[in-house]
């Protein structure tokens, strides 16, 4: 079962691969993927987050009505 759109995680990808990419210029990276990796990790966390924050879980004011 797929649970987001694949042009959505394609587009988290690319935006890590840009935050990646203005990371080197900023600082020196020891490993490339490993920062991509992190980046993407984080990306999809914060994702998966928004969606179960607006889908499933309630605020204690909604749980009162």
């Known amino acids: 079962k797929r649970y987001y759109d694949e042009k959505e995680l394609l587009n988290l990808g690319i935006l890590a691969i840009k935050i990646t990419f203005q ?3 900023r600082k020196k ?3 490339l993927f490993g ?3 992190g980046v993407l990790d984080q990306l ?4 998966y987050f928004e ?4 889908n499933y879980w309630c ?3 909604e749980a009162a009505v």
């Not at 969606?51 to 607006?54: Q, W």
């Open 51 to 54: 969606d179960m924050k607006s």
């Open 23 to 25: 990371a080197t210029k």
């Open 59 to 61: 605020t204690e004011e």
């Open 29 to 31: 990276l020891r490993n």
């Open 44 to 47: 999809y966390t914060k994702l």
């Open 35 to 37: 920062y991509y990796n």
